[in-house]
């Protein structure tokens, strides 16, 4: 089935450092969402992806869908304390449902 | 609006015992899902429909069976639980199951099973 590698599983730092993250799959995908789920709660979708090498931002978080349309990055820039979270990534090839990444856990230090 | 209502919020069950996770929506999507999220696995899907009548297994479907009567309701039965079910459970749906697959997820139900 479809693999989707999400990196770094955690991130501690610093209030106002930006944050990186990415996803990397051994398919195509047509689609990249990026979702947050704050702790206690269900994931909530930040940005939607659907063409390679579309660059979307959210306020202070911009996503890419990769050229190779095999990955996609999630920066948050600036980062503050309700920054705190797991973030997740999902792909979708067509005709088929989401997988997602395994979520990377993000903890922002005042 | 809603969206996705759970029910319970969280629950603590015995090993062996019957138990039915509630999921409803009233988004008028066609396509629910049921996932399960333990640490360091991140969501795993478990059952899937893609509209009313039909039903799917998706990765990990033992130990879980899933009905969807109407539109609205999804509702996942543990018809013996077992400690190995203790998890947190996401319900999800999106307006069609297959392409621009926005999910969108209920506040979850926490099960321990003991």
């Known amino acids: 089935g479809q693999q989707l590698n999400q990196s770094p599983q955690s991130m501690f730092i610093q209030e106002g450092e930006d944050v990186s993250m990415n996803c990397t799959s051994s398919s195509i995908f047509n689609t990249w969402l990026w979702y947050k789920q704050d702790p206690g709660e269900g994931p909530v979708l930040l940005i939607a992806l659907y063409k390679a090498g579309e660059l979307t931002s959210n306020g202070r978080l911009t996503a890419q869908f990769g050229i190779t349309r095999k990955d996609s990055f999630l920066n948050i820039s600036a980062s503050i304390p309700s920054d705190v979270g797991i973030y997740f990534c999902a792909g979708q090839t067509s005709g088929s449902r989401l997988t997602f990444g395994e979520g990377t856990q993000l903890t922002v230090n005042p | 609006i809603a969206g996705i209502t759970q029910a319970p919020t969280s629950q603590i069950l015995a090993a062996g015992r019957r138990m039915t996770l509630r999921c409803t929506q009233d988004m008028r999507h066609n396509a629910m899902y049921w996932y399960r999220q333990d640490l360091g696995l991140g969501l795993r899907l478990i059952h899937y429909s893609n509209t009313a009548g039909t039903t799917g297994k998706g990765e990990v479907p033992d130990g879980y069976s899933v009905s969807r009567a109407n539109t609205d309701d999804f509702p996942l039965t543990l018809a013996s639980a077992v400690p190995s079910q203790t998890s947190v459970y996401f319900c999800?749906?999106?307006?069609?199951?297959?392409?621009?697959?926005?999910?969108?997820f209920g506040p979850g139900t926490r099960l321990t099973v003991l």
């Open positions: 999800a749906s999106s307006n069609t199951p297959t392409s621009y697959n926005e999910q969108f």
